[in-house]
């Protein structure tokens, strides 16, 4: 059913909040809020005169907040989760996400580093290291961003070489082991070429343990570093050349079982069964950024351009109740479950923009871009009897043996017309064309199935099975129209109408055909009104209310059809509506105060699930969609008689309850209400050259569910495992620069 009231009292509050403002008293520069720079509408401009529902973060905040990984951004982004399953991140923005993560699905929110659209799970996050800002985009960005921008995007923006010498250094120290490091240099050569060094490593111990005494999982080992040089010829014309390269080892992720989260705390709920054959992570990644800038006769030009390696050789294992992964008939058999993937994947991706140089009556931008992913994998799955678990005895499960290219281009321009002084108008649309191809075999079943030479497989060879190929091609027109006032100095109202673009795709098995079928791409069309404004120095309130009408989502999971078992991908209209609102308040120098609220409301208006998807789910709610989400963070400096000065900040985030689901049961699993609070403590030097602080994070100590349970079982109560968020981190840091 679809309620309106809600959304209208949103439209009237957000509206509400502009002229009440300028009543305030006006206050002092000493108290100012830093402005953030954006190039979210691929133009350089202030986050807080940005026209749509953005959230940016610089480098040094996110230091201060503690997030040093993609998945730490749900902790301080409003309508932001991020979760984690066997194929990598996935993030999911007011409701919007992915429900495929395989390596044929495409995704529900855009990411992107240093401009580069990255496709695949697996390698979102290997930048995420020397970060100049964060940029948190809700809402569809079809027009400037293509596919997998349904629900927003996400922009990291990694430091550039600057024309002043740098160097620092940042070592944190804390429980399970943990030790990270980061190293940047930052050299100018001469008047016209600058260069930069950073090195990044991540070490922690694992915080999930096998019962067997085996090393604990979901632990970091990676290194990564980045070079880059930047030259520029003259004020107009630059030339960025930019390698970021690195590996990923460690034990591994892991999860821990369904009924532990429901009836464990601490360590006990991190014990899991032990597998006899273990998790090892091997990741290496290579990636090679190209940026050229430069303007003539008024027209500014943009080219990216980038290549872009990832090679995975991971081992995984079940840590549930081995009962759990059998099945076949009575009696049960007790078997381990394991995993080895290896895959390569890589992307080229070249784009070009021109725009006007200088700002001007019309601001304008228009350009074209072109985008490959080509995937080699093997998804292997194997069961061992708990009799005998060894190699020899195991047996293929599923075996997908694949080559699948994702292929995309587009064209788009935007303008914005300044119709007065206040008043600004801005329509843009995109055309994409997307294909995905993919050529292979799929082994299901103990077999026995050949190798790759012919032979008959074993572990842990690749089995080779019957054809598993498939292609879809598709093109759709994405839209926006916008409209934004300055009723006031520095406070602004804005209205839009946008369209996002998500690609289609195709299934394994189509009754109706007896061989693949396709899907359509999503369509999704949000309106949104919004205020954000300054109407104090030291005052920022931003305030966005929105209603999705969200045609046809995409929606997979496992079902049976015809006597075949495939992930299988539907549509489904959805409704989405809430309202989200930010502060940031300077009452002194030395105080600052954030808050942030968010409510939401979403349903399935027509979907029909289970492994037969034969139950009505109409009117059930989206996953990782709490009505309520509220955030707050305090921090006071302390000055000291020497000029050094002491950082207390404390944070805290309150969610109401949500829901996870597993499609194929029919069933929602509720992660409930809880809060999580952070706490830092730093001391900075008067020349702020040294810097050690002390840090807690999720202070509460709680876990969240991450997804819904796999394997569900009512028999075995172990059979189902879920991923967690992590437990308490606590630890020192120390800083020194140059």
Known sequence: MKSHTALRLALLTTAALAPALPALAQTTETTAIEEVVVTAQKKTELASKTPIALTAYNGETLKAQGVVSVSDLQNVAPSVNIGRDGFGVNVNIRGVTTTDTTSKGEQGISF???????????????????????????????????????????????????????AGANLEFGNYNTRRADLVLNVPVNDKLALRAAINSNKRDGYIYPADGAEARNDEDNISARLSGLYEFNDDTSLLVSTTFGHVGGVGPAQIPYSNYLTKSGKAARTVYANPFGSATDEDFHNVNVEFKTAFKGVAVDYIGARHDFSANDLTSSTNDPYGNYSGPPPATPLYAWRQYRGDVTTDAHEVRLSNAESGRLDWVVGANWTREDITESDHNWYAPVSTPTLAASYNGIDPVNNTIHTSKGVFGQATFHATDRLNVTAGVRRSSDEVDRKGTFAAGPGPWPDANGGTCTA???????????????????????????????QMVFASVATGYKAGGFNDFDASTGGTGTYAPESLTAYEVGYKGRPLSNLQINGTAFYYDYASAQVSSLVNISGNFIIYTRSAPV?????????????????????????????????????????????????????????????????????????ARLSSKYSSGYVTSSFSDALQFKQKAFTRSDATLTYAAQDGRFTVGAFVKNIENDLQMLNAPSNFSATYADAANISVSEPRMYGVRFGVRY
């Open 112 to 166: 992107n580093v240093d401009g580069v659209a990255i496709g695949r799970p697996t390698v979102q996050g290997l930048s995420f290291f020397d970060v100049e800002r964060v940029e948190v985009l809700r809402g569809p960005q079809g027009t400037l961003y293509g596919k997998s921008s349904t629900g927003g995007a996400l922009n990291i923006i990694t430091n550039k070489p600057k024309s002043q010498f740098e």
């Open 460 to 490: 842990p060879e690749d089995c080779i099975g019957g054809a598993n190929n498939g292609y879809q091609n598709a093109s759709k027109t994405t839209y926006r129209l916008a409209v934004d006032y300055q009723v006031a100095p520095g």
């Open 575 to 647: 409704t989405i509506y809430g309202l989200e609102l930010e502060s940031k308040f300077k009452p002194t120098p030395n105080d600052q105060i954030d808050l942030a609220a968010t409510f939401l409301h979403s349903e399935y208006e027509a979907l029909y699930v289970g492994i037969l998807q034969n139950v009505d789910w109409s009117g059930y709610r989206l996953d990782k969609t709490p009505k309520a989400a509220l955030a707050g963070a305090y921090s006071h400096v302390f000055e000291l008689s020497n000029g050094a000065s002491v950082t």
